[in-house]
């Protein structure tokens, strides 16, 4: 009977299981295709409108944004490529007019370089610090190397400087003749 | 067994935690640091951001100066490069709009027609067109029989002055350059109409 239970029970998380993974394989598979079938208007557009954000949905490259807005700026790339213009000069057109917070990759300039620079501040801060704690750390252990050396080296010296005393030297020999 | 040998041990059992809450506390110390130097670079870059943007006008402010170059044809009598402060003593009725903005078609043909109604009695309609590219901004116009004056915002610098949250957006200036109302929504005749009443009759 609780062999029974348990079988069910088991069955049942395993069908749960399958069920979720079932869901996320197909989904899954369905974006994949849908994504295969997206319509690529003209791969030049694309590539520039892959470097553009979109205006109004934050976090969006434009390339992907199928709101109105978006179609309007990548029917503006399109026409302003059929114009001549090459790449350089369609991104330029676009940071002139809606600023540079448009490009995928604004310049490094103004507040834009405080955010690249703000984490690499914060390494330089990290490791600086980590540098000079260890620094100290093996300033310490090597000063205890030191004097430990010191103490020794002193024992040394001092068992040295006995067996060369003249006193000490006459009384070895003296023993040494009596015996 | 050697007691010396006991005596010289002893201190080496301990050292080897000693070590790791040593080498622990300068992770903690070091990344706190990091931390601390890392918002505190970015309490400074938002600070500098808000104070670049400024308070957001409400009525009885006054409202932020701008220069904008104006569509060709699309000047409503005005100079092709306008500026707001060159229009005092005149009230301003400033929108906020853009061509691919739904809400803005709902009020494009009201906007028109109390342009029309008020441009003798010295009110300036001014339209500031958000995030649009020429093209179908000018087909928008066009669409609308517009008239009145209507120009790009340039890297979005009057709708960040102004603050604006989204399109339609219109602001009521009074003749001295003060904002008297913000309407956030599609305008209709019979509210622009008395919004711009009691400009006129202050």
């Known amino acids: ?179 | 067994m050697n007691p010396e040998g006991t005596l010289n041990a002893s201190p080496a059992t301990p050292a080897a935690p000693a070590k790791s809450n040593g080498k622990g506390k300068l992770l903690i110390v070091a990344g706190a640091v990091a931390a601390i130097a890392a918002v505190g670079v970015l309490f400074a870059l938002a600070f500098s951001l808000v104070s670049q943007q400024g308070a957001r006008p409400t009525a009885g402010s006054p409202a932020p100066d701008f220069s904008m170059a104006l569509y060709p044809g699309y000047t409503g009598g005005l100079p092709e490069q306008i500026k707001l402060s060159d229009l005092r003593g005149r009230p301003v009725v400033m929108n906020f709009w853009a061509s691919w903005c739904v809400e803005c078609y709902k009020e494009a043909d009201a906007l028109e027609a109390v342009y029309r109604k008020y441009k003798d009695q010295g009110v300036v309609f001014l339209g500031v067109d958000y995030l649009d590219t020429e093209a179908p901004a000018l087909a928008y116009l066009q669409q609308y029989n517009i008239t009145y004056a209507n120009g790009v915002d340039v890297q979005q610098k009057i709708a960040k002055a102004y603050r604006i949250t989204g399109v339609p957006e219109t602001f009521f200036i009074d003749k001295n350059g003060v904002v008297r109302e913000v309407i956030i929504a599609p305008l209709s005749e019979a509210q622009l109409s008395a919004s711009i009443d009691r400009l006129l009759n202050e």
């Open chain 1, 1 to 179: 009977m609780t062999k029974g239970i348990l079988y069910h029970e088991v069955t049942k998380t395993r069908r749960v299981a399958i069920l979720i993974l079932s869901v996320f394989v197909s989904s899954w598979l369905i974006s994949a295709v849908v994504q295969a079938q997206a319509p690529v208007p003209d791969d030049q557009t694309y590539r520039i409108a892959k470097q553009l954000n979109c205006p109004t949905c934050a976090g969006r490259n434009l390339a992907d944004c199928p709101t109105e807005t978006c179609t309007q700026w990548k029917n503006e790339i399109k026409a302003q490529l059929d114009q001549g213009k090459n790449a350089e000069e369609v991104l330029a057109y676009f940071e002139a007019r809606f600023g540079p917070t448009v490009l995928q990759e604004p310049p490094k300039e103004g507040t834009t370089a405080i955010l690249w620079a703000a984490p690499v501040g914060a390494a330089i801060v990290f490791f600086g610090v980590v540098g000079v704690v260890m620094w100290r750390m093996s300033q310490r252990r090597s000063a205890q190397v030191a004097v430990a050396a010191a103490t020794g080296g002193a024992n040394a010296n001092a068992h040295a400087s006995v067996a060369a005393d003249p006193f000490v030297s006459e009384l070895e020999r003296e023993v040494k003749d009596e015996s």
